[in-house]
């Protein structure tokens, strides 16, 4: 990828981690995606709620199904809530906590985001706001485009949920034209974890970033997408904030202030794990912390300072690979490249609209991945 003569001019650059006093600001362990008894969760919300918090999590969305109604998990309790049901049930949100029984999240110290997932097409996670539809058979059934203007009327975010999948089953065409449309800036993202399937979605995230990048980011969010507390994803996003307020975490989503955690682990957040070990044992100090990402334009390099990793890889699409036929193959995508490794990349020359960062840790169960979001290069 160095290119030489009167290719060598140097590419413009732009870090999403630009705004980021890193002597200053906290880093904050997030799960945007969480299920509850309300939809096919298998726990209350207070249950829920309380256990992230004594895991260390400060900010958390419940995303639960809009088309789905109670009760679908057959080893969670009958709920409840709310009590009456809204006009437009099933097609809400667990939205207040206190509504569902649960303290609010001030109660705890956290960042509660109202969010749900939106079911009846290719899952998406919608926040800061109340939509929903349902139910999935109606004749009028929106498209996932007729969901993100909805969402963005609303002043709300999307996520898509767990694509890997779906892309490889359906074609790359339906995700390539959701992040095309330009209605749909709406959509800031996309989850790289989920379901032991992560290769498979970070693989789709490169060939995405490849065909949209350097000027329609894609950014790649951790989460755990957790229905049972005892076989809980370790998987999470870590938002990088001076304060944590609603604003700053909607504005970090649309601008990629965070990074994504995952590893190849369950964890067992239930009543039943062990009581002298507290919850927050399973994360603090079990990844990579990134301790500053800075960037020197004038010398063409980007610099990590971290700590707890064993490797620091630098990724990007390759740019002429064709997709692969073997229907055995981990992924149907071209593979992405490691360009650089170690702790500081010199991105002089390189001709990639993109590049990342991958912090690695070993562990019994496999690498425990720090994902960074994407730096575009655009060249003059």
């Not at 413009?12 to 008894?37: C, F, G, K, M, Q």
């Not at 989920?194 to 990048?213: C, E, N, R």
């Not at 044992?281 to 300072?305: C, H, K, L, M, Q």
Request: glycine residues 8%.
């Amino acid at each position: 990828f160095a290119a030489s003569g009167a290719l060598a001019q140097q590419a413009t650059l732009t870090n999403p981690y630009e705004s980021v006093d890193w002597a200053s600001y906290s880093r904050y362990r997030a799960d945007l995606h969480v299920h509850t008894i309300q939809s096919d969760g298998c726990h209350h919300l207070d249950q829920v709620v309380r256990i992230f918090r004594e895991a260390g999590f400060s900010i958390l969305s419940i995303t639960d199904h809009d088309a789905v109604p109670p009760n679908q998990c057959v080893l969670g309790e009958p709920s409840p809530y709310p009590n009456p049901r809204p006009a437009n049930f099933p097609g809400d949100t667990t939205w207040p906590w206190s509504a569902y029984g649960a303290p609010s999240p001030a109660e705890l110290g956290m960042l509660g985001i109202e969010g749900a997932e939106l079911t009846c097409t290719y899952h998406i996670n919608s926040f800061f706001n109340d939509y929903g539809f349902a139910p999935c058979s109606a004749p009028d059934k929106p498209t996932a485009n007729d969901w993100l203007i909805e969402v963005t009327r609303r002043g709300g975010i999307a996520v898509l949920n767990h694509p890997g999948g779906s892309a490889r089953a359906d074609g790359l065409k339906w995700v390539t034209d959701l992040f095309g449309n330009p209605a749909n800036d709406h959509l800031v993202g996309m989850e790289l974890s989920g379901g032991g399937a992560s290769d498979l979605h970070v693989a789709l995230w490169d060939q995405l970033l490849g065909d949209f990048m350097p000027h329609r980011p894609i950014w790649g969010f951790g989460t755990s997408d957790m229905h049972l507390l005892g076989q809980t994803r370790f998987a999470f996003t870590v938002f990088l904030l001076d304060d944590l307020t609603e604003e700053n975490v909607k504005e970090a989503m649309r601008t990629g202030q965070f990074y994504a955690v995952d590893g190849p682990k369950n964890v067992d957040l239930s009543r039943q794990r062990r009581q002298d070990v507290p919850p927050r044992t399973e994360y603090d100090g079990t990844y990579p912390e990134v301790r500053s990402v800075v960037v020197n334009r004038g010398a063409a390099t980007i610099s990590i300072d971290a700590s707890g990793y064993d490797e620091i890889l630098w990724i990007t699409r390759a740019p002429s690979a064709e997709p692969s036929t073997d229907a055995e193959a981990a992924t149907p995508w071209p593979a992405a490249r490691v360009v650089q490794r170690g702790p500081v990349l010199d991105y002089a020359g390189m001709t990639s609209p993109y590049v990342r960062a991958e912090l690695i840790r070993q562990s019994d169960q496999g690498p425990i991945r720090v994902l960074l979001n994407p730096f575009a290069l655009t060249r003059p």
